[in-house]
């Protein structure tokens, strides 16, 4: 075998063996297959794809270069996992994590931080003042047994093929291939190995997905990928045309989270939440959907999934006190408020440019040391479809960084569709 052979057949659309992929993927991990050839095999791969079974071998390949962990004898019960494709203001996991866990699934769970326009779960959480991400896995485990839920950094030691195949990606104009995705994201989801799986894949102006069609091929072969390891899979896809809640960035994140978690906050978010954690109650077989839909609404209205939250924050070492007090979260110095110019409705936004001013903000990252300011971000006063009276604010951008909000606040603000409305805002132009 040479990566030469193995880069022309997929150059030519003929299916790879699994002994192929695995030794490109082992000889890629170990340095011996050089960059510039697992490149010319990734481009192969974004202009050909590659079958549903080399997708599958790809995944396992992945997977079996680091560790594969062992939930269901650390923890003695079920375990569910679930991964988002990423969007906008998405904070699901800090909410769905503690309503899954008191509901009697637990759920151990690994992150990210976030390249690009928003933080990772992780990045969010580090907003909480003394919360350790990095634990040793016996307190992790200890965590789990304790409050159902615990969310820590991924380990370096699973799936480390990914992290660099996936730098690789990065820098040479390859990420946006389904099957490179797939394989990226299940390779650590199986190496993780809960026994229930849920995969949110966005679609829309703020996801990788940029079209429906091609998120539904992304959520069916993550699927097929997740049932052929055996476990019990469900892939949906999410609408990302808008923000999902009213806050982009990460303390901003946190306090929207615990306010739902404290019974505050309905609405689009919250809808998404309790669907989410209902396919995961259901596939980790507690009842039947509509069970599971009143078993999570229970979990917040009751309180159960707050005081998970507030336990779980408490044994990773930080403020628990901010779920009873959202303002103990850290504040940025400075503020800049974006006012309606006329009476308008909002029609659309463009959510990766909102993302893009977040980041600008100080939310997130260009590459992947940079500082994030865990107060950065923005706070939304509208929904898809509002109307808004001039002179009423559109949205709040907050920074410990950037005192000059002039350029950041007129990208955020041109990321807005508007329709003008005439001087009642009840009657459209
Ligand atoms: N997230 C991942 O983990 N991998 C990808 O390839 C894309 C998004």
């Known amino acids: 075998m040479n990566p030469i052979d193995i880069i022309n057949k997929t150059k030519k659309a003929v299916p790879l063996t699994n002994e192929e992929i695995q030794y490109l993927v082992n000889g890629f991990t170990s340095g011996e297959i050089p960059d510039y050839q697992m490149s010319a095999w990734l481009m192969a791969v974004c202009i050909n794809s590659l079958t549903e079974s080399e997708t599958i071998a790809l995944t396992f390949a992945m997977r079996d270069t680091g560790i ?3 939930l269901n004898a650390d923890i003695g019960r079920v375990t569910a996992d679930k991964h988002s494709t990423g969007g906008v203001g998405d904070k699901t996991t800090l909410i769905i994590a503690p309503v899954v866990a008191s509901c009697g699934v637990a759920m151990p769970k690994m992150s990210g931080r976030g390249l690009g326009h928003t933080g990772g779960t992780i990045d969010k959480l580090e907003s909480i003042s003394g919360y350790r991400t990095e634990i040793p896995s016996a307190e992790f485990i200890d965590i789990v047994k304790t409050t159902g839920f615990s969310v820590i950094s991924q380990s370096e030691k699973i799936a480390p093929a990914d992290k660099k195949i996936y730098a690789l990606r990065n820098a040479t104009g390859t990420v946006d291939s389904i099957p490179l995705i797939c394989a990226s994201v299940m390779s650590k989801k199986l ?3 809960a026994d229930c799986l849920l995969l949110d894949v966005k679609w829309g102006t703020g996801a990788f997905m940029k079209t429906k069609e091609d998120a539904h091929k992304l959520a069916e072969l993550m ?10 899979c469900r892939a949906v896809v999410t609408d990302m045309n808008e923000p999902l809640g009213h806050c982009i960035g990460n303390a901003l994140e946190v306090r929207e989270a615990v306010e739902l978690l404290q019974g505050k906050i309905k609405g689009r978010l919250y809808d998404t939440c309790i669907e989410l954690s209902a396919d995961i109650l259901e596939l980790a077989g507690r009842g039947t959907h509509e069970e599971c839909v009143a078993m999570a609404k229970n979990a ?10 507030r336990k779980t924050v408490i044994l990773h070492g930080g403020d628990g006190d901010i779920c009873n007090d959202v303002e103990l979260l850290p504040k940025a110095k400075y503020s800049h408020v974006i006012y309606a110019p006329k009476d308008v409705q909002i029609i659309s936004v463009n959510t990766e440019e909102l993302g893009m001013a977040s980041l600008l903000l100080g939310a997130g990252r260009i590459a992947k040391d940079d500082e994030i300011d865990t107060t950065a971000g923005i706070v939304l006063e509208f929904s898809v479809g509002d109307k808004i009276s001039v002179d009423a604010p559109l949205m709040t951008l907050y920074s410990n960084v950037c005192s000059d ?9 041109n990321a807005l569709k508007f329709r003008t409305l005439t001087s009642d805002v009840s009657t459209l132009t």
């Open 300 to 309: 917040v209205s009751s309180g159960d999934a707050l005081r998970a939250f």
């Open 405 to 413: 909000f002039s350029e950041v606040a007129m990208r955020a603000y």
């Open 68 to 70: 594969t962990l062992d």
């Open 223 to 232: 699927e097929k990928v997740g049932k052929s390891a055996g476990k019990k």
């Open 191 to 193: 190496a993780v190995n």
